[in-house]
């Protein structure tokens, strides 16, 4: 079990870029979710998977903002058009339905 | 809909001290509750969790948190603070042991003097 493991760490972009991160849940997990962090606030929800169908989406996730999760693994957060109220840390997770819901280290996106 | 609040924004603690977080919830079914850790840059860890039964539950690095379901309260406790335990903590309430979505609190940043 190496845990929930996100890509990149970091990542800084001018306004207007399109950004993708990668997220990769623990292997047995069939769940996987999506939320944001802005500085000094809790995670706010924004997706999740059951394997590979989107069964939630927050209403903070925007028509720039589209996720995926194409065989029921690994799942990628696209950000189009990025404006600098993106910049935030983007957290995965992933849960089975026995529970054991893991927080992977996250994806800092500075938007310049 | 679901909400959780957390009142202190930062505490302040002497090491060797007891540390109390407070958190209250709304949620319209039974909840699951959550505690969870997080240091500078770093993801989420799980501190304790309560699904059902004993309504004292015992987490990871010392702590423990006590559910009260008349006062819609989820507190988390450690009797003595290690300089180590400085982060920022946060309370979720949640619909299923294996995770529906998580509503977090707004967190508590503990600062700890030596």
């Known amino acids: 079990d190496t845990g929930v493991s996100q890509d990149p760490r970091h990542k800084i972009t001018k306004r207007g870029q399109n950004v993708t991160f990668r997220c990769d849940p623990i292997s047995e997990h069939n769940r996987l979710y999506w939320y944001r962090q802005t500085l000094g606030q809790g995670p706010e929800f924004l997706t999740y998977?059951?394997?590979?169908?989107?069964?939630?989406k927050s209403r903070l996730l925007s028509d720039r903002f589209s996720a995926e999760r194409p065989k029921g693994s690994f799942s990628t957060l696209e950000i189009q058009r990025t404006e600098q109220g993106d910049s935030a840390m983007y957290l995965c997770?992933?849960?089975?339905?026995?529970?054991?819901?893991?927080f992977g280290s996250g994806t800092r996106l500075t938007v310049v | 809909a679901q909400s959780v609040t957390q009142p202190d924004i930062h505490i302040t603690v002497s090491e060797g001290a007891s540390l109390e977080l407070r958190c209250n919830y709304s949620y319209g079914a039974t909840p699951y509750l959550f505690w969870y850790v997080q240091s500078p840059g770093q993801g989420l860890q799980l501190l304790l969790k309560?699904?059902?039964?004993?309504?004292l539950v015992q987490g990871i690095k010392g702590f423990e948190a006590e559910f009260k379901r008349s006062q819609s309260s989820f507190n988390l406790r450690k009797p003595s603070v290690h300089w180590s335990d400085a982060a920022e903590y946060f309370c979720a309430v949640g619909g299923g042991a294996a995770g529906n979505k998580l509503t977090f609190g707004g967190g508590t940043r503990v600062l700890v003097k030596p």
């Open positions: 998977f059951q394997n590979e169908a989107q069964l939630e």
């Open positions: 997770a992933s849960s089975s339905l026995l529970g054991g819901y893991t």
């Open positions: 309560y699904f059902s039964g004993d309504t």
